[in-house]
């Protein structure tokens, strides 16, 4: 049997959460099909999209080793790893696909994406409901073999618009190939976050992990802060050590493997992949909804506000933790099995009986072969001749409809050139409003300095004592100001040019002291 070509939606050098996903999904799907696998990456990192996650099409050429085409022709099965990304605009091309080419579908690991636009969340009801689209509805009622969702929200959502699923554990719980517990906590990974940059969390949350860390450290363990991102690890790389960072997802695993607890903040994945290496965790949540529901299924997950970190180490048991948390690991491992290998059986079927994928709409099974003479009664000539006009007329239909989709993709090559022309436009004309910003920054700054100077401060504090000496209005106020005009008219133009200002304004005075005696 050939090797599966198999679609998988996650993300590279986006978010390492997504990554970990992955690995497990992999190694879950590695055990329910047999023979070899070829893993085909659609890649939902916002870095690849017009404008992010609000236009997601590829910007300018893609030249990055991932699905970028528009056909699933020779694919044998389509997957969705996990995240609270497993609808909406970044899968738009993924799931029309999938059911234009009629793939069966798996979707492990699916959570509840609180910040979605089609997401509808009332947190004093818990009620939680998607707007699916029409293709989406197709695709989870019709072609999924099998759904799970990572938390309680997901659920309910899909259990509004008649989709079968089970509720389990991340697949993240899978992503390392060997536990190893720990015998006593004396290092501990802490996986920290900024206030500032992607995936922020809140400035007090921050101050309450420092003070955890140093805590931490004043009991004698040995602590080491972990970046899952590059700006976090420049932002605290000249004020924190020891610290780790790989730009790999993958090493993460050997990272994590050399300490004894993992404590995270609200990375929800960093606390689950200390779960799979075998080791308890702690997730500081102060209350985030999201964080919370995916933990709710993880016993040796330890949830907590920033300030009881201390007090949930003391309660955690570490044997106990160690022996059940393996076996709890395997039996969940099971439960996945079980609704893989039937789908596993099913669609090693369909791939070993020849059909391949098809458009929707098409008729399965294999071209009859037409033997003998029909059973119309047509003498074999003009049966001949009505199969021949049939074969040219479907030709000709087939080729009409190869144009219509040849002018069809012209459209959407002009559309998307279109976009990406809109898109350079805008990134320009934000530079140059950028570089007006910064020029009005260094502008106002200049004013500052000026105003904060010595020979600035005596310049108010004269025209507060000349207020006081000669008010406006006065004529003791007009001399002053032609005294300090003349002052001003030397050091500009120079003595010649003052003369020629006070033959100017004694002329002037002259005409205007005519003009009343007449």
């Known amino acids: 049997m050939s090797a599966l070509n198999i679609l998988v939606s996650s993300t590279r ?10 690995f497990g999904v992999q190694k879950l799907l590695r055990e ?14 916002p870095d690849r999209w017009i404008n992010e996650w609000k236009l997601p099409l590829p910007k300018g050429a893609d030249w990055s080793n991932v699905f970028r085409h528009y056909t699933l022709e020779g694919f044998d099965i389509a997957v969705i790893a996990g995240s609270p990304e497993w609808y909406g605009d970044p899968l738009k091309r993924f799931y029309s696909l999938v059911r234009e080419y009629d793939i069966p579908l798996i979707v492990l690991g699916a959570g509840y994406n609180f910040g979605a636009p089609t997401a509808q969340f009332d947190p004093e009801s818990g009620e939680a409901t998607i707007d699916f689209s029409d293709d989406e509805i197709y695709c989870l009622r019709h072609l999924a073999q099998v759904v799970t969702t990572r938390d309680e929200y997901a659920s309910r959502a899909l259990s509004k618009v008649g989709v079968p699923h089970h509720v389990l554990p991340c697949p993240a719980l899978f992503a390392a190939d060997k536990e190893s ?23 007090p949350m921050a101050q309450g992990a420092l003070t955890a860390i140093s805590e931490l450290r004043a009991k004698g363990l040995e602590l080491e802060i972990v970046f899952h991102y590059i700006d976090e690890f420049m932002e605290f790389l000249p004020i924190l050590s020891p610290i780790r960072y790989s730009y790999d997802a993958r090493e993460y695993l050997d990272i994590l493997a050399s300490f004894d607890l993992v404590i995270s903040t609200r990375r929800l994945h960093g606390a689950i992949l200390g779960n799979s290496l075998g080791k308890p965790a702690i997730l500081i949540s102060n209350g985030d909804t999201r964080s919370r529901s995916g933990a709710k299924l993880f016993p040796f997950i330890y949830v ?13 048991d570490v044997g106990d933790a160690r022996n059940r948390l393996i076996s709890w690991k ?3 491992r099971e439960s996945y099995l079980r609704l893989l290998r039937p789908a596993a059986e099913k669609i090693a079927q369909r791939c070993g009986s020849g059909v391949p994928p098809r458009p929707s709409g098409a008729t399965s099974g294999q071209p009859r072969a037409i033997r003998g003479k029909p059973d119309s009664g047509l003498p074999a000539a003009e049966f001949n001749d009505n199969l021949s006009s049939l074969a040219q007329m479907l030709a000709s239909r087939a080729s009409q ?12 090559a002009a559309l998307e050139l279109a976009l990406r022309v809109q898109y350079a436009y805008a990134r320009e004309l934000g530079r140059r409003i950028n570089d007006l910003e910064a020029h009005v920054r260094q502008l106002e700054a200049r004013m500052q ?8 401060q005596l310049a108010r504090r004269f025209q507060g004592a000349l207020s006081k000496v000669a008010p406006v209005g006065t004529r003791r106020r007009r001399c002053v100001e032609v005294v300090l005009t003349g002052i001003r008219v030397i050091l500009n133009e120079g003595w010649r040019g003052f003369f020629g200002e006070a033959r100017a304004y004694l002329g002037s005075r002259r005409g205007m002291g005519k003009g009343k005696d007449e």
């Not at 300095?449 to 600035?456: G, H, K, V």
């Open 330 to 332: 395997l039996a969940t």
């Open 401 to 412: 409809m190869c144009a219509g989709r040849s002018i069809l993709e012209q459209e959407r």
């Open 13 to 22: 050098q986006w978010n390492p959460g997504d990554e970990f996903i992955l």
């Open 449 to 456: 300095q000026i105003q904060r100077s010595i020979p600035m």
């Open 181 to 203: 517990p720990p015998e006593e906590i004396r290092r501990v990974a802490f996986i920290l976050q900024s206030p500032e940059g992607v995936q922020k969390i809140p400035e």
């Open 304 to 316: 907590v506000q920033a300030g009881e970190v201390m007090a949930a180490l003391d309660h955690i």
């Open 32 to 45: 329910a099909f047999s023979g070899d696998i070829n893993w085909i990456l659609y890649d939902r990192n």
